[in-house]
């Protein structure tokens, strides 16, 4: 059974263009969550799809987007890319209707801004 | 956003018990506590959770206060893979996590 999986690995782009990372779920879990953690941070909550649609957000721009297609998968995109966008993104996926809740995280996405 | 405090970084020598604790004065009645640890380069790996009562599984004890305003991790024999950041986080309702800092565990041989 294969995990939390993210694409690409490492991305580098240059200040103003934009950036889609992509996440797919460990089998059976509906929900996604997106982090970002910059070096030496806790992960900061970004949002949370579930039933396709962004369900909780946390204190980030507009420029920060989802989407969830109908496999669970989820895409992360951020517009307008600046350097403090630079950091780690997490995906992590869980099943809404189950206590704990247990989040499962994937490796990470590393983005670096120049 | 539900807050916790730990603090920055604790020592343990190995095969040795350790307490990582956890203040979240402001915790609602709803609140679970979670915690999870960060090892270098992976994503966070669930530890344990608790609502009210103390609770045990095959890594770790979780110890929460009666008032419920704080907490304590305990690994009852650290390990070289124990070196990891410890976080400390308070789920509230709509199952968002927000992470703190946590606690870098130095595990010494």
């Known amino acids: 059974d294969a995990g939390v999986t993210q694409s690409p690995t490492h991305l580098i782009k240059t200040r103003g263009q934009q950036v889609t990372l992509r996440c797919s779920p460990k089998?059976?879990?509906?929900?996604v969550s997106w982090y970002q953690q910059a070096l030496g941070q806790g992960p900061q909550f970004i949002f949370q799809?579930?039933?396709?649609?962004?369900?909780q957000r946390g204190n980030f721009p507009d420029r920060f987007s989802g989407h969830q297609f109908p496999n669970y998968s989820s895409e992360l995109n951020v517009n307008a890319l600046l350097l403090g966008d630079s950091a780690l993104y997490l995906c992590?996926?869980?099943?809404?209707?189950?206590?704990?809740?247990?989040?499962?995280f994937g490796p990470g996405t590393r983005l670096t801004v120049t | 956003d539900a807050k916790t405090t730990q603090p920055n970084s604790m020592e343990s020598n190995e095969e040795e018990p350790v307490h990582l604790p956890c203040n979240h004065s402001?915790?609602?009645?709803?609140?679970?506590i979670h915690w999870y640890r960060q090892l270098p380069s992976q994503g966070p790996e669930y530890v344990i959770h608790?609502?009210?009562s103390n609770v045990n599984n095959r890594m770790a004890s979780l110890a929460i206060a009666e008032d419920r305003k704080s907490s304590t991790l305990i690994l009852h024999r650290a390990t070289l893979r124990d070196a990891a950041v410890y976080y400390c986080?308070?789920?509230?309702?709509?199952?968002?996590?927000?992470f703190g800092t946590g606690t870098s565990l130095t595990v010494i041989p």
């Open positions: 992590a996926s869980s099943f809404l209707g189950k206590e704990p809740y247990e989040q499962y």
């Open positions: 089998s059976g879990h509906d929900t």
């Open positions: 799809y579930y039933e396709e649609e962004e369900r």
């Open positions: 402001t915790i609602s009645g709803t609140d679970y």
């Open positions: 608790g609502l009210t």
């Open positions: 986080i308070l789920r509230e309702s709509g199952n968002q996590f927000y």
